[in-house]
Every structure is written in C-alpha cells, then in structure tokens.
C-alpha cells in the first residue's frame, strides 16, 4: 500500500482532530456569508429559529422609487448544497411587479441560470434591492405588469399603488405591504 | 439471493497476469514495492469500498483485479432500463436491491471474493464505518453524496488514517477518474467551482415566451405545479404526478405550437437525467479501479491527480495536477483540538481566543452545528445571540461538537473540536 501516512507527515505535522457533530459545509458557508452582511437601512432579516441559519426572512423598505412606503418579505431557504446550488428566494406576499409572479416567485438571473458558487448572500439581496428600483419590463413574470410598465408607466405607478394599498388592478386582488 | 459457490481449487494460470504486475518490478515502480507474494496477499485482506452508479463496473473491476473483501452500498432498487448497461442485473432482478444482486453475481462469478453488500444510503453509514477501509472507490452521481462522502474522508485524516478516495463520474460521452489524498492533494470541494452548473433557463423565458418542448415541462413543474399543487412535492416516480406535469406541459407546447413533448421527455427533463453511455462508464471505472490496484501495491505510479475524458468530439484525455484550494472550506482547514473550560462564559472564551495569534480577529461569529453561539451579523441575529455571551460553555455546547468561527477579514472559517477541561 502506497505510504500514504508518511507522505501526510512530510508535508506537515498534522494536528487534526474529528469530531461528533461537525458543521457542513453549507453551513459554514452561509456562517460566512451572514458574517459579511452589509445591510442598509432598508433591509432587515427575521430568524424565525436564530439557531437555524439555513431559513430566514428578509424585509426590504425601499426608500425611494415606485415601491417607495412598502415593506416587502422574501423567505431564504437554503439547502446542504449551497454554494453549488443557489438559494431559494420567495416573495411571501402577492403584489403587482413585473419580475415577482402572483405566488412570490422571482425572476432574477443569479438566482437561476447566472448563479455561481462564488457569488454571497449579499449579492443576491443586492439584487433583489434593485429589482424595486428598477423593476425590468423585458424580463416579465407578471406578463400584465410588464405589458402595464413598457405601454404607460404612469400608469403602472398608479397600479403599484393601488395594488401596495390592498386593492385591485386588474381583477385581481393584491396584498397590503404599506403600514 | 443467489447462493454462493465457492470452488477451492484455484488454476494456476487464473491470476497470471496480475502475477506478472506484482511479481517483478516495473521501471515505474515505487521503491517501497517489494516484488512477490505480499503485494497479492495484501490486495487480498485490504478492505475496499466501492458505490454509486459505476457500480457494477467498479465491482466487477476490483474483483477480477484481485481485491478480495470488497463493501458495496447503493441505496437503489434495479429498473428496467438499467439491464442496458449494468450487466450484472437480468430482467428477473428487477425490483431487487442492486447492491445485493451485484455482490450475489459477482461472488458466484469470481471465486474467493467476499463482497458485503449494503442496500441503504452512503449517508447512512458514520465515520466508524468508513474507518475499516484502506481505500474508497466511488462513481457518485450526485454532487450531494460526492461532497459528503469527500468531507467524510476528510474529515477522517488522522491517527494514522487517511483513506485515499477514487471517484470517477460521468455524463454522456465525457468523464472524469480522480484521485483525492485527502488533505495531500486538491479534494472534491476544491474544484466545485469548476462543475458546470445545470444550465437553467431564466424563468421568465418559462413564464412568457417559451421556445422549446423542455421549457414546456420545466413550465410545468416550476411554476403551475406549485400554483395548482401548492406545496405538495413533485414525486418523480409517481406516475400520477408525471402524467398530470405531462398533460400540462403538453397543453402549453400546443399554445406556443412547439412540437415534441412527451411522456419520456418530462421525465428525462424533470429528473435532470443525463444519459449514462455503457462504455464511458467502462472507461471511467476502468480508469478508478486500475488507480486502487495501484494505490495498494505501488506497483505502478498512481494518477496525480486528475484525468478528464472527453468522447463527444472525437477522443480526447488530458490528465493533470488539480491545484488545492487553499481556502478550501473542507480541506484547507481541518479542525484542531481546544480544550475549553466548561464553567466559563462565552464571552469569556472570546477573550481567550483573543489571546491565541491565529484566532485574534475583528469581528468573530461563533457556531457549532446545531447552535448559533455569537453572531455579529445581521443586526436582528447579533441581537438574538447576545444573550448567549454571558451563559457557560457547558450550557451551549458538548464535548465532540465541532465550533465554527467565521471573521470578516479571513477567507475561511477556522474550525475547532471541542473537549471540556476537567
Ligand atoms: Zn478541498
């Protein structure tokens, strides 16, 4: 057998210990991450159980803009092959963008198809940070939305209010997000 | 199982062939290698262990190249459309354990082996398992199982245990066999920046302007399942489940007029099945089990430590040093002992660790496993954990648990194991 033990102690004095109960690699990932945090003022994150730090809420307050006034909650579920895989991210209310669908899910491409292991947490709340203030017309998951936001922006402005207060556009019914 | 017949007489021609490798020295050979009886014997009593999808390659491989007290897990049952590749199976094992009809054949084939079979997940095994092995042999398709079993082994080095791991895989036409010295060499976490991730489609492509028959599908399970299902999860292996993702991508590839969805292609998109090749696999496992002949003997020089196979265009392979990451998060720093006092406060460990010039930091966040200890960010956690400071050790955490501790200004987490100080 190849003297593999012999090979280790040439390369170093090796001093490792092992464990019961060991942190994952997700876990130590998103331990980091977490650590390298920079949230403005606008946003801020709910533990629902702080010892789990896989799942989480984060509430974004945009202060300026067409969303400017609502508090919009996104849930992070982050599973055991983060970084390989990208975080879950889901808008937890129903409201009017062009980029969020009616059950909260959120067309952003680093959640998806631009996603990379050595992009952060930060970057992905970034992101979701600039989706209301620029909300995109060419990427649409709200088809009508988009269609509202490319034909009459005006218009649009006045259905994201309304739909922020809790009313309609469109027969359908939006949720509350303005205190 | 089938029952095991074991003829005791063996022909001397039987392992010529190896005989002619482990009998006289190769001008490769390593100077340890000592020509004779004793590579053979050792190959014989060495436990080896092998899994995943290469598995009958790989068991197959190993058996006939010598090895004698072979394990074997796969957690899977045989399907119908695995008799197309995995020899070992026949149309009357469907619906068996694959690692038990495996080690059944390949025992009564090749006498004198002992294969122990275990129908359950890797996963299911603990680091006292793993222990008995000199040598890992996996062909994983999944990059869940590989970084766990890579971290498994990793985390294993020491006390004289260092268990090489060979992991092959494949897609298609390509492949790849390495070789992981754990903690020596470049690990599999060290490369996964490299693994190209599933090609996704954005998903507002699938939401509004579909151009293929997958983006029917994927449309259908990504986001009308959870609107019509709500959180119900998709069960591949439900028929049920498949027809009705079927019927709806079906109804929206005639509203986009795309032709070419069917039954077989929703599950092919919706498993994210890559076609397995019979003979890439051949060559990957070849390639794994011909670096575990000699990893044990040191006959020949092993493979150091990555060999790409490429077979979609032409033929090409290309064999080099992957470089180990040194920020690695499971090789490049493996975790050291602390003896901590278990009457002491948390905070009062943070000071201590404040003494120690490899853990004096700016801003450290401490964790063990199961328990946020002190974080410093977010806000709303740090306020969360703040309490924890002043409580004693022994109430946060047992000995054996591994403490995490994650800074701002380092590229990794320093990782520790504790022991309680008597
Ligand atoms: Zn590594």
């Known amino acids: 057998m190849l003297k593999i033990w012999s090979m280790k102690q040439q390369q170093q004095a090796a001093s490792a210990a092992s464990g019961k109960k060991k942190v ?6 998103v331990q980091k991450d977490l650590g390298e945090l920079s949230l403005p003022s606008t946003m801020k994150t709910h533990f629902p159980d702080p010892d789990d730090i896989l799942n989480f809420t984060l509430t974004i307050e945009p202060d300026e803009g067409m969303y400017k006034g609502g508090a919009f909650n996104f849930d992070f579920t982050i599973n055991q092959n983060f970084p390989h895989e990208p975080p879950k991210v889901l808008c937890k209310q129903k409201i009017y963008h062009p980029n969020i669908d009616l059950e909260g899910k959120v067309c952003l491409n680093i959640l998806r198809e631009d996603w990379k292991p050595v992009l952060n947490l930060n970057a992905v709340i970034v992101g979701l940070q600039y989706l209301f203030l620029e909300p995109n017309a060419s990427d649409p998951l709200n088809k009508e939305a988009a269609e509202d936001l490319k034909t009459n922006r005006d218009n649009f402005k006045r259905n994201v209010r309304s739909s922020m207060g809790g009313g309609y556009v469109k027969n359908i019914s939006y949720d509350k997000v303005t205190k | 199982m089938a029952t095991t017949t074991v003829l005791t007489t063996e022909s001397p021609d039987r392992w010529k062939y190896l005989n002619n490798i482990l009998t006289r020295r190769g001008p490769y050979s390593d100077e340890t290698f000592e020509p004779g009886d004793e590579p053979k014997a050792f190959l014989a009593d060495l436990k080896i262990f092998g899994a995943g999808g290469l598995g009958c390659e790989i068991l197959k491989n190993l058996a006939l190249s010598g090895f004698k007290d072979i394990h074997v897990i796969d957690m899977d ?3 119908i459309s695995n008799l197309n590749r995995q020899f070992l199976f026949r149309e009357a094992d469907v619906g068996k354990s694959k ?6 054949f390949v025992m009564k084939r090749v006498r004198g082996v002992k ?8 996963q299911d095994k603990d680091d006292e398992y793993y222990k008995q092995f000199k040598i890992v042999v996996c062909g994983l398709d999944s990059v869940e199982a590989r970084r766990w079993i890579n971290a498994t082994l990793v985390n294993l080095v020491g006390e004289e245990t260092l268990i090489p791991l060979i992991d092959g895989g494949t897609e298609g036409f390509k492949g790849q066999a390495r070789v992981i010295l754990p903690t020596i060499s470049c690990c599999y976490e060290c490369t996964l920046d490299m693994l190209t ?4 489609v954005p998903l507002c492509t699938l939401a509004s302007i579909p151009r293929q028959p997958a983006h029917c599908i994927e449309w259908a399970s990504v ?13 591949m292996d439900d028929p049920e489940h498949v027809t009705w993702l079927y019927t709806k991508a079906l109804g929206r590839a005639k509203e986009f007029n795309i032709p070419g969805v069917t039954y077989a292609m929703t599950q092919g998109v919706i498993k994210n099945i890559i076609p397995a090749i019979a003979s890439t696999n051949a060559i ?13 003997t040191t006959a020949s020089p092993y493979l150091d430590n990555y060999m790409m196979y490429t077979g979609d265009e032409s033929v090409y392979t290309y064999t080099f040093q992957h470089e180990k990451k040194d920020d690695c998060p499971v090789c490049g720093n493996l975790p050291q002992a602390l003896t901590v006092d278990p009457e002491s406060t948390l905070e009062e460990l943070m000071e201590k660790l404040q003494e120690r010039p490899e853990t004096t930091l700016k801003k450290p966040s401490l964790r063990t496993s199961a328990k946020s200890l002190y974080l410093q960010a977010p806000k709303q956690l740090e306020e969360q954990t703040r309490p924890n400071l002043e409580k004693q050790l022994k109430e946060l955490m047992e000995e054996g648990d591994e403490l995490s501790i994650s800074d701002p200004g380092m590229p990794f987490n320093l990782r520790f194991i504790i022991s309680f100080s008597s």
């Open chain 1, 24 to 29: 994952t690699a997700a876990q130590l990932r």
């Open chain 2, 77 to 79: 049952t045989i399907d």
């Open chain 2, 99 to 104: 690692a038990e009809v495996a080690a059944a």
């Open chain 2, 115 to 122: 294969i122990t079979p275990f129908n359950c997940a890797i």
């Open chain 2, 197 to 200: 991730p599933r090609a996704a």
């Open chain 2, 223 to 235: 986001i009308q399942w959870p609107k019509e299902k709500g959180d119900l999860k998709i069960d």
């Open chain 2, 284 to 296: 990957v496992a070849a390639s794994c089990c011909s670096e575990a002949l000699k990893i044990a």
